[in-house]
């Protein structure tokens, strides 16, 4: 059976504090009694918002929010990496744009996350999944619906699956996720 | 390059929080135990160290940048030459390398690798989402940054092309607890069962929190010396243990930051720029190679750290290694994961690709005299994690990889019962090791070997 938690998870706030303990008098005795203080901690905030460019992949995401995938080929050795890449990683050169929507792709590997990092917490169960495409030799990172994240299975994998796109873009590499093809 | 020592070492207490220190104040703790254990006061060796080395992952951590330079002034080593060290999880692996360039260039005779981590000053979660900026922001991160999901999917793929159980794994996260028992700087000290890892909260299926390392605060530091620079400690008072631990090894090796682009190469291409030594020398295991290609195994797609084979290949060939597995008596292993403990062992050359879940629950990574409450095949052979490694110790990432030096010093020198104040992790009659330090995903890597001379 599997072990329930007994132990409430940490969180930080609390009250604000006006005045902590401190000797009355700074004499040498209350001040080598200082070394056996607990430490004090105080909460500080660090928020900040980035004006980040995607650069020569922008055309990806555009894509994207136009239904479209695209994959980036080497002109020469028709190396395709399912990630977008402005130059190919064995022969330097600049790489060309193709289309991917309709190539046949599946499951390559996959998670559940159970739990995750701050921002995707209230996502959680989501799944994960590597993508290969037929014709293309790199995977693809995603987001795969339409499966249980209750019964995840090894069998999961080789899957045939297809894609779906946000009718409301965000501009992210969400905007696309996979979905079981039948 | 010259002959380099390492000499001595100190570790923090590696702990889920440490709001009693600063974070210079906590690597004092390790700084100054190295010092102290070769008998220098702190002042004699200021006036000797010729520089360091400083290593710790984030900024976000800390909320603070710069924060080596405040290291560097809190130990007192202005205006002494120092610079950081940053590859992610690979960073104390790199940091001693700096360290070991420093002094076999011969820039430096003595020169001091310390490193640190706070990770307690933001909640699991928000630890979590920093670690996971060390993912492409642009088209990783977005889609659900979460390191735990990556090593997860690296296991679907190994499980499915190998057949790798999840009982297997936790074989490693029994090991290593059990090991770490006898640790008196392991933050945890539990003894657990193959079931307790099954049962522990499922966090990225099929990893447990069992299967998945700790985040910490802690502190190590680790000595290095030329020839001349001993003679200098020792003309000042030092006394340093006999026999030396020398490092005779040194490899690194990278891979690409989206594991989704990272090639799948053929069974040619494969033989010829991967494989071991040994593997290329058996007519048997190429035979094995070619069947798994035939069914369908490209290298090293998400199944394998491609950086950790190139960090292997490269120490053993400096340090003459054709067998690791019977030529080390040790390893210290980047166990961010029972997983990522099971693809290092094939990465590593332990056993061949494929066979690290078997590799696994045989025995031969495991300790002799100790009761792990397993049935164990095969004898140990060698050692791997025997303080008990990041799943069981902690791991505060500046610090880690320097804590496999500190540890491996130890077990080289015979002095783990000194250290630990019991001597069942001490490997009997250890004579050479290895540490190896790995960033997420196997992005850097670093296999360093140390040596015991005579």
């Not at chain 1, 990683?89 to 390559?108: C, L, N, Q, V």
């Not at chain 2, 499915?160 to 640790?183: D, L, P, R, W």
């Not at chain 2, 020398?246 to 090639?263: F, L, Q």
């Not at chain 2, 791991?395 to 001597?423: C, E, N, S, Y």
Request: net charge negative; hydrophobic share 35%.
């Amino acid at each position: 059976m599997a072990k329930l938690p007994n132990q409430r998870e940490e969180t930080l706030g609390g009250y604000i504090v006006h005045g902590i303990p401190f000797p009355i008098s700074t004499d040498e005795e209350s001040l080598e009694f200082l070394k056996r203080m607990a430490p004090i901690q105080i909460e500080q905030e660090y928020k900040i918002k980035y004006l980040h460019s995607y650069g020569q992949d922008s055309p990806w995401f555009a894509a994207l929010t136009n239904k479209r995938l695209l994959a980036s080929r080497d002109p020469e050795s028709g190396y395709t990496t399912a990630n977008p890449r402005g130059h190919d990683m064995y022969s330097g050169a600049e790489t060309k744009w193709i289309d991917i929507t309709e190539t046949p792709a599946h499951i390559h590997a996959f998670t559940v996350c159970y739990f995750g990092s701050e921002e995707f917490l209230p996502e959680c169960p989501f799944v994960l999944a590597l993508i290969e495409f037929e014709g293309v030799n790199t995977l693809l990172l995603t987001r795969l619906m339409g499966v249980d994240p209750a019964a995840p299975a090894l069998d999961w994998i080789g899957m045939e699956v297809k894609p779906r796109f946000l009718r409301n873009s965000k501009l992210k590499p969400t905007d696309v996720y996979f979905v079981p093809s039948e | 390059m010259r002959p380099v020592y390492a000499i001595s070492g100190g570790v923090s207490k590696f702990a889920k929080a440490r709001p009693d220190k600063t974070f210079q104040a906590i690597i004092k703790e390790a700084y100054d135990y190295a010092i102290k254990d070769i008998g220098l006061d702190f002042p004699t060796f200021t006036r000797i160290v010729d520089g360091s080395v400083a290593s710790y992952f984030s900024d976000h951590f800390t909320r603070q940048l710069m924060a080596g330079i405040m290291a560097q002034d809190y130990l007192g080593l202005c205006p002494k030459p120092g610079h950081r060290v940053e590859g992610g999880g690979a960073t104390g692996g790199l940091c001693f390398q700096e360290a070991w360039k420093s002094v076999a260039s011969g820039h430096m005779d003595v020169c001091v690798a310390y490193g640190f981590e706070t990770m307690s000053h933001v909640e699991t979660w928000k630890g979590n989402e920093f670690i996971a900026l060390a993912s492409d922001v642009s088209f990783d991160y977005p889609v659900g940054g979460f390191y735990s999901g990556y090593y997860a999917m690296m296991v679907t793929r190994h499980m499915k092309e190998f057949g790798t159980t999840v009982e297997q794994m936790a074989h490693v996260s029994v090991k290593n607890y059990i090991n770490a028992f006898h640790n008196p700087y392991a933050q945890k000290s539990q003894r657990i069962t193959i079931q307790d890892v099954r049962n522990a909260p499922m966090v990225a299926w099929p990893l447990t929190r069992l299967d998945i390392c700790v985040m910490s605060d802690g502190a190590a530091a680790v000595i290095l010396c030329s020839e001349e620079g001993l003679k200098k400690l020792e003309a000042a008072g030092a006394k340093v243990t006999r026999p030396l631990v020398k490092v005779t090894g040194i490899g690194r090796g990278t891979d690409a930051m989206r594991m989704a682009d990272r090639p799948h190469v053929d069974y040619d291409y494969f033989m010829e720029n991967y494989a071991t030594e040994l593997e290329k020398s058996s007519d048997e295991t190429r035979a094995y190679y070619k069947k798994l290609w035939d069914h369908g195994t490209r290298y090293p797609g998400v199944h394998s750290f491609r950086a950790g084979r190139a960090a292997g290949n490269m120490a053993w060939k400096h340090a003459g290694i054709k067998d690791p597995l019977h030529e080390l008596d040790f390893i210290e292993l980047h166990d961010a994961y029972t997983s990522s403990e099971i693809q290092t062992y094939e990465d590593l050359g332990l056993c061949r690709y494929g066979e690290g879940g078997p590799f696994a629950e045989s025995g031969k990574a495991f300790l002799p005299n100790i009761d792990y409450g397993l049935k164990l095949k095969d004898k140990p052979v060698c050692a791997v994690n025997p303080s008990g490694g990041l799943i069981a110790c902690g791991h505060p990432v500046g610090a880690t990889g320097l804590m496999q030096g500190v540890f491996a010093i130890w077990q080289l020198q015979g002095t783990i019962k000194t250290h630990f104040r019991d001597d069942q992790l001490q490997v009997k009659d250890a004579k050479r090791g290895a540490i190896h330090s790995h960033a997420g995903t196997g992005t850097y890597v670093s296999v360093s070997v140390l040596e015991r001379e005579g």
